[in-house]
């Protein structure tokens, strides 16, 4: 799984950690059913799942992308939704996590009113305010059955300082070809999350160059306050 | 890499025929213990956890009542009429049972799977309106979907109901600190076998949510061969209430060379053991579970797992507040307690010492293991300790 870059030629410089894949962890959370499997199933596989299921405790999924010539591992942490798992099995994956996404579906408004308690819960684990958040309304396909609009969403997430994204992890743009790719936000949205963390520079942990040996954290950094560019520090929670 | 493969030792290969031989042998055993009166009970929990388990579902309707102890007057009731509306459980359920296509056998017709679907909502639903005390979780329906498509409705709901008051009650307490309490015995068992995969995951520090669904589910949502689920709820429905864990144990210990090769990073080891290999030897691992059972017994282990857990205190409420009913990690507690009290074990550091078990008691341990799974000799003990635990309510005398 190493996606070892070159690592031997640091000798030269002292400061500048050898070249590594960086991962950028992301927890993905919202309300059961709102499609939070789906969507981190079409970022890493590129394609819609047949069939999802509940998700109980935590699922991972990875991709490797590259962002201005940089190799990195973005990996996605899928919870389950439902509340029970939260506090007692969920907190453990919340440990230095890079960016949080906050799905709710916008065909059902209980999923949206859930927002608070989501961000209530990031705030309990203690993910500070240089944590980039984004906001995901899903299922945007199902134009017939809307009952979030997007103008409440927008003040909701505008309140909280973060982007919100319309998205339906199950794109009817696709045409079944099968290549769903480009064809709505998924991509965007996540690729979004990943420039974000990129540009937030020293960050965080990489992947040691062989494979071996525990993992390296470096972080520290993150808590560069001049960099927080339009709306992305949550202000309240 | 000491417990070397030892797969083959529990089934000699000596043909089909055999095979057929010791089959038709084995339904005439059970059909006879079925038979007496009082039902022989202790041979029908033999059965169901020796090779094959019970074998056909016509068999596993009359046998899985029997390991449960439900009384025969309980079985020809007519199934009560379920409330959905008002019922705080209902869109909760209704998700989970619409997304369960894959727990249905490929070639169902869309319509009688929809019908038993409708079904599982009922059962679901009926049991948590009779049972207010009892929650629902995620993945409650992939066992008793288990059960609705082997015994059929009417007897899914008397069974689910038994288990859901005894097995599963830890699982259905309004928290999940009792599930994450009898996850904490994964690593103790772990430990006691290789201390070396043990180490690895500790440093890695993956945690054990991995297992989270395997032991909620009875292994029901992540294994997709319909019959290796069966066959192991003949296996832990013969035993003891903390066997998932033991079996979970076991799949670890069984793929520790795949482990020890994995980065040593919490996403790369939850991954790779969140992704259950299809293809286990069911057999020999269920055998190797038992046999672990008897070696670590759950006594043995509740200290460790104890400290493994911040608040061993913040749950003795619901201790207290407990019914008569068994629940594992209950009796578990009560027993530490007892353990605590008692002054015999007050004089050194038990922690310390069970921390540090000899190396050369591992090795004697591990060659036992060996010569019991060949001889099937761990299943014969599974089911003793099974027996104790069955009619009365002290776990471990």
Redesign the interface.
């Known amino acids: ?2 996606e070892s870059g070159s690592s031997a030629e640091l000798s030269g410089s002292l400061t500048l950690p050898p070249p590594r894949t960086r ?1 950028f ?1 992301i927890i993905v959370i919202g309300d ?2 709102v499609g939070k499997t789906c969507l981190t199933y079409r970022f890493c596989a590129g394609k819609f799942p047949e ?10 999924r ?1 991709r490797l992308v590259e962002i201005d010539g940089e190799k990195i591992k973005i ?1 996605l942490w899928d919870t ?3 509340e ?2 939260r ?4 907190q ?2 919340y440990r230095n996590v890079h960016a949080v996404v906050f799905v709710y579906d916008v065909t059902n408004a209980a999923s949206f009113r859930s927002l608070p308690a989501w961000i209530e819960e990031c705030k309990q684990h203690a993910l500070g305010t240089e944590v980039p958040r984004i906001l995901v309304g899903n299922k945007c396909d199902l134009q017939d059955s809307v009952q979030v609009g997007t103008d409440v969403a927008q003040q909701f997430a505008d309140a909280h300082s973060m982007p919100l994204f319309e998205t339906s992890a199950k794109s009817p743009n696709s045409l079944g070809d099968g290549n769903y790719r480009n064809s709505d936000h998924v991509e965007a949205i996540f690729m979004t999350v990943a420039h974000k963390l990129k540009s937030q520079k020293p960050l965080v942990l990489s ?1 040691p160059p062989e ?5 390296v954290i470096l972080s520290g950094g993150r808590n560069d306050g001049g960099d927080g560019g339009k709306g992305w520090s949550c202000s309240s929670c | 890499m000491s417990t070397a493969r030892i797969d083959r030792a529990s089934s000699p290969m000596n043909g089909r025929q055999d095979g057929e031989t010791r089959r038709k042998r084995k339904i005439a055993d059970i059909t006879q213990a079925l038979n007496v009166d009082p039902v022989d009970v202790a041979t029908l929990r033999r059965m169901a956890i020796s090779e094959g388990g019970l074998l056909t579902d016509e068999i596993r309707c009359q046998v899985w009542p029997r390991l449960l102890n439900i009384p025969p007057h309980l079985l020809d009731q007519e199934p009560e009429k379920v409330e959905r509306d008002n019922n705080k459980d209902y869109n ?1 359920v209704l ?2 049972v619409q ?4 727990r249905f056998p490929p070639g169902m017709p869309d319509e009688q799977r929809e019908g038993l679907q409708e079904e599982l909502i009922d059962i679901i639903l009926r049991v948590l309106q009779r049972n207010p005390q009892l ?1 629902y ?3 409650y ?1 992939d066992i008793v979907v288990t059960f609705l498509l082997v015994v059929g409705e009417r007897l899914a709901t008397v069974l689910v109901e038994k288990l859901s008051t005894h097995h599963l009650r830890d699982f259905m307490d ?4 009792n ?2 309490h009898i996850l904490n015995y994964l690593m103790p068992i772990i430990e006691r076998v290789n201390p070396e995969v043990q180490d690895f995951m500790q ?1 890695a520090e993956v ?1 054990t ?2 297992a ?2 395997w032991l ?2 009875w292994f029901g ?1 992540v294994l997709s061969d319909f019959r290796h689920v069966v066959r192991l709820y003949d296996f832990f429905l013969a035993c003891h209430p903390l066997m998932p864990i033991y079996f979970a144990a076991v799949i670890v210990l069984h793929r520790e060379e795949e482990v020890l090769d994995c ?3 919490m ?2 080891v ?2 790779l053991l ?1 992704q259950i290999p299809q293809d286990l030897p069911y057999e020999t691992l269920i055998s190797r579970a038992g046999d672990l059972f008897v070696q670590f017994p759950p006594s043995e282990l509740a200290r460790e797992a104890a400290a493994h857990e911040s608040m061993a205190t913040s749950t003795f409420k619901d201790f207290e507040l407990a019914s008569t009913q068994q629940r594992p990690d209950i009796v578990l507690r009560r027993r530490r307690r007892q353990k605590q009290a008692s002054p015999e074990s007050s004089t050194l550091s038990p922690v310390m010492t069970v921390a540090q078990p000899s190396t050369a008691r591992r090795f004697v341990r591990l060659a036992v293991m060996g010569l019991t799974v060949a001889l099937g000799a761990a299943a014969l003990a599974v089911v003793n300790t099974a027996l104790e635990w069955a009619p009365k309510l002290d776990l471990f005398p």
């Not at chain 2, 997304?99 to 894959?102: A, F, K, N, T």
Request: proline residues 1%; charged residues 20%; neutral net charge.
């Open positions: 799984m190493a991962i962890k059961s059913g069939k999802t299921e509940a998700t109980i405790g935590v699922d991972f990875e990996q389950a939704g439902q029970r798992f506090k007692s099995m969920v453990h994956y992947q494979g071996s040996g525990g993992t | 909760q998700l989970d997304r369960s296509l894959r929650h979780y995620q993945g329906h309004p928290t999940m600190d599930t994450k440093q945690g949510v991995f989270l669904s909620i589910t949502h980065e040593c990073d996403a790369m939850h991954h969140s």
